[in-house]
């Protein structure tokens, strides 16, 4: 590859994980050489580029759109213009999409040009006194261009005036300010770009008096009084929604009073309106969570009937920020974009004072076709599988048979969270799914399942990421054999707190939130789900301890099912066959094939191979249960309305049902 583009790419980079320098996967970088341009197509995010996320053009039928007259209706101009940049494209069959700022770049004469939307920088451009401020920093290092329609109308604007830059100073400008946009950097190489960088963030940091830490405050425990009914008023028939709370003392600045949220009220950028919409909902009414959700109920139609959609982001007083999307990247990028906003609108008072967006450039941006594009790429594809938009907690999901159903929910769509007592796996496990798939997500929630008070704070803290629960799975479980003359108090207590009472708190802490969604929508199903065993379907010898909290989770599960099925959650317990292959059975040194073989369950083995073999030959498939056998059983459970209180047996026909 050749050393420039590789410079390309490591700048792009650079930048696009710097949520300061850019956020969303905006921005824009380009190289080019006398013959060719190199920048970054539409869609394609900074932060993780490749050489083939760069549209590669011939710079020379570039000038065609220098100098062709267009249509002066606005749509139609831009779709001529866009057809002129595919017939510049090198390789058109590729399905890389130019960037509508292609001639911008490729008028700069510097090699490199790279475009960034720091908050800073942009708390300057959209201040009232940007352009005189902007003037007295940089003098004649910088050109200024007033808010334009992005575009080739920017195109051109900028065209005009670099021309005139061009003529009075001898050379281009290296700093291209955009008025409630962002900024250009052009030069001969990186290391320049970077040093610009640099300068420019130091000489607007010098005017800014002030510049807090933003610290995160804790989120009520109330939110789950709220956020699951706000979730299913938003849901429809398209899908389920996510939605994402935070809490910090940027929210506070704004959430005070109606003065206060006026203050961000209104995009200053076209990026705001792509990832959060032109305007957004204000809650004042914060008595108690009741009246919050009363107030929501209430102002969400009068927004949908005066905006003509629902809203993206509501700023609730004392609680936080709350985004609602239909995946839950998209809604992180919401609560990212929009805090920039906030913080934006915070650092105007050193330049003037806020200056938002107009009507009529507000309108512009909600009908123009590439950020109907831009916001596309943004949701990305509808979610697919048989969990798809659902939110699921998986207790004992660090490893084992716990980390292949959370791994299958991911693959299928869900949010889910791992909830487990080992921190180290359970943190290996969430970033190994969260590789899966682009756009739902998976956490890690540290979980003691025999504690009260650890289940609870998993459930506030699942509805804090996810905005509800829709699939509670109690998979936690321990095992250790050993018959009556064997087995101590203690041993038997840990076992039937961890495998029996764990359960019980799994669906008293998860049925509230699955109630409070019925509620809102009648039709929403939710499923609380055991992993049992077969040793819950019948006795085990020298296992009682293990058999007699699995055969009581039976008994819950039916009562449970007979209790809750009038807000359609459906309860039913899964019993796996033996597992033979996960930590609980292979283990080398507390695995239940070594643990039988010390305490002589199975008479003649004299190796962990034969009781392996001893326990393979009892089923009648000849091997034992897998992963996929128990998530056909999880999906015929969640899948279907009209079975509840079941123990489904997933053994290879080792145990039946009567």
């Known amino acids: 590859m050749d050393k420039n583009l590789k410079d390309l790419i490591e700048i792009s980079r650079f930048y696009g994980q710097n949520k300061e320098a850019v956020i969303a996967g905006g921005g824009n970088t380009s190289y080019k050489n006398e013959h060719f341009i190199w920048v970054k197509a539409s869609g394609t995010s900074l932060a993780t580029i490749d050489e083939d996320g760069f549209a590669k053009l011939y710079r020379d ?3 065609v759109i220098v100098s062709k007259t267009y249509s002066t209706d606005s749509d139609e101009r831009e779709a001529q213009v866009k057809e002129d940049l595919y017939a510049s494209c090198v390789d058109s069959s590729r399905v890389l999409r130019p960037s509508v700022e292609t001639n911008l770049h490729d008028i700069l004469q510097y090699p490199f040009v790279v ?22 920093l940089f003098g004649d290092q910088a050109l200024y261009i007033p808010y334009t329609d992005p575009g080739y109308i920017l ?33 001969d190489t990186t290391a320049e770009i970077r040093t610009l960088y640099d300068d420019v963030m130091n000489r607007i940091g010098s005017m800014m008096k002030n510049q807090p830490e933003w610290e995160n405050l804790p989120i009520s425990t109330k939110i789950n009084s709220i956020l699951p009914a706000l979730r299913m008023m938003l849901s429809n028939e398209e899908g389920i929604k996510v939605v994402k709370m935070r809490h910090s003392t940027l929210h506070e600045q704004f959430y005070n009073n109606q003065k206060d949220f006026s203050k ?52 609730i007083k004392n609680y936080g920020l709350v985004a609602i999307e239909d995946n839950a990247r998209s809604a992180e990028t ?27 450039q507000i309108h512009f941006i909600e009908n123009w076709e590439l950020e109907n594009y831009r916001r596309k ?28 159903i959370a791994e299958d929910l991911v693959r299928e769509g869900a949010n889910v969270v791992i909830a487990d007592i080992n921190p180290v796996e359970g943190e290996i496990t969430q970033d190994k799914l969260n590789t899966i798939n ?78 409070l969604q019925n509620e809102y929508n009648k039709e929403h199903f939710s499923d609380i789900i055991q992993i049992n065993s077969k040793s819950g379907l019948k006795g085990s010898n020298k296992n009682f301890a293990y058999a007699g909290s699995k055969f009581g989770g039976i008994g819950l599960t039916q009562s449970f099912a007979l209790e809750l099925m009038p807000w359609k959650i459906k309860v039913n317990s899964i019993c796996p066959g033996n597992f033979f292959d996960g930590p609980l059975w292979s283990d080398p040194k507390k695995g239940l094939f070594v643990q039988y073989l010390k305490t002589g369950k199975v008479p003649g083995a004299q190796t962990v191979d034969d009781v392996k073999k001893f326990y393979e030959a009892q089923v009648p498939a000849g091997r034992g249960c897998r992963v996929e056998d128990v998530m056909k059983a999880i999906y015929y459970v969640t899948e279907q309305h009209y079975e509840t209180g079941q123990a489904i047996p997933v053994t290879g026909g080792q145990s039946m049902l009567h």
């Open 438 to 515: 682009g756009k739902n997500q998976a956490f890690f929630v540290k979980t003691d399942v025999s504690s009260p008070n650890s289940v609870e704070e998993l459930i506030r803290k699942t509805v804090e990421l996810f905005g509800g629960v829709d699939i509670m799975i109690s998979n936690a479980g321990i095992l250790y054999a050993g018959g009556l003359d064997e087995m101590d108090y203690n041993t038997f207590e840990r076992m039937t707190k961890v495998n029996y009472s764990a359960y019980f708190l799994c669906a008293k802490y998860a049925a509230p939130v699955m109630k």
């Open 377 to 404: 790429v943004a949701k990305g594809s509808a979610s697919a599988g048989k969990a798809a938009g659902k939110v699921a907690i998986v207790t004992g999901g660090a490893m084992g048979f716990g980390a292949g």
């Open 334 to 360: 919401a609560l990212d974009v929009f805090e920039d906003l906030m913080k934006i609108s915070y650092h105007t008072q050193w330049f003037g004072g806020p200056r938002f967006m107009t009507e009529e």
């Open 61 to 63: 039928k570039l000038q």
């Open 155 to 187: 195109f051109k604007k900028v065209e005009e005036e670099v021309l005139k830059f061009r003529k009075q100073f001898g050379h281009d400008p290296k700093l291209v300010f955009l008025e409630n946009h962002g900024v250009f950097f052009s030069a």
């Open 115 to 136: 475009h960034l939307h720091p908050t800073s920088v942009n708390a300057l451009l959209c201040g009232k006194n940007s352009a005189k401020i902007t003037a007295d």
């Open 264 to 315: 961000i009220a209104k995009p200053f950028s076209p990026d705001i309106i792509v990832y959060c919409k032109a305007s957004y909902l204000y809650i004042d009414k914060v008595t108690s969570p009741e009246k919050v959700v009363e107030s929501l109920t209430a102002e969400i139609p009068v927004f949908v009937e005066k905006h003509g959609y629902q809203p993206k982001i509501i700023l």
